[in-house]
């Protein structure tokens, strides 16, 4: 299994060959002001699998390239139960062939185009101020309104022997529309490395994975408001266990609320019916 980035967007769809994963993160949100939240954020991913059966093969092999994943994520504050937006994306994965030599090492890029509606619980529902500073780089979390973000573009690489390690770039325009106030012009911008702590042996057979990830949120132009820049550090460790991955999860703002604010979840993933691209 390769490293998890700590946003889990399924970047490492092809080189993790499960056609299907479930996904329950229950996080802690903290804040120096005693108003803390609970999230508990549940995706699904879905791919075209890869059956034995060589006419089967030959007809879904061209949906193999192809992932949707479905998010959302369920807040209780002091005030009571809130149910996020509802995430939708389908991404479309091309491997670097002059990279790639399975199982040692494999390297793709990767286009998503991505759809958040507002607040489930309704279209008037603010935030809580914890979410809204702690997620301030995930728009659609931050605010209330739909969120488009037609072309995201990524580019990942992964080494898959004795000891993983991935590193992963990416950038993507958004379209923020919210459900009171100016149409907001947004670029999201990550970067994350990992790998493990020990190579895995008869006597260590899984050894932990740690991970970090940096992700900006920069405002380019909303109505009469100016630039503003929000940005979350986040770090993973992560235990593999058959078809189950377990990942702790923390991250904070650095650049407005440095501690002062922060996250600390545990992912739980379960994968079933692996498959390779090809």
Known sequence: MPVLAVDDTRAHGPSARNWLDAEVDTQAIASANDDGVLAFTEQLSL?????GDRDLYDILEQFQPYQLRIRSTTFHAPEGWEQGPLTVGVQRYFRIDHVSFLPLAY???GVETVV???????RHVTPPTAVH???AVDTELAQNGWSLRPVSGYVRADFLACRSFFGEAGVAPELFIPT??????????HAAIGWSFGCESRVVRSPPKFSLEYRVRLRM?????GVAY????????QFDGGGLVVQVLASTDVSDHWLSYGMLG?????????????
């Open 107 to 109: 390297a793709h890029f």
């Open 180 to 189: 009171s106030g100016a149409n907001e012009y947004d670029a999201r911008i």
């Open 133 to 135: 500073i702690v997620d």
């Open 221 to 225: 132009y909303a109505g009469d408001s």
């Open 47 to 51: 791919g075209a699998p890869a059956p």
């Open 266 to 278: 545990l992912r739980l993933q379960f994968g079933w019916a692996k498959g390779m691209l090809r």
């Open 116 to 122: 958040s509606t507002p607040w489930l619980s309704g």
């Open 230 to 237: 929000h940005d979350s550090l986040g770090f993973g460790l």
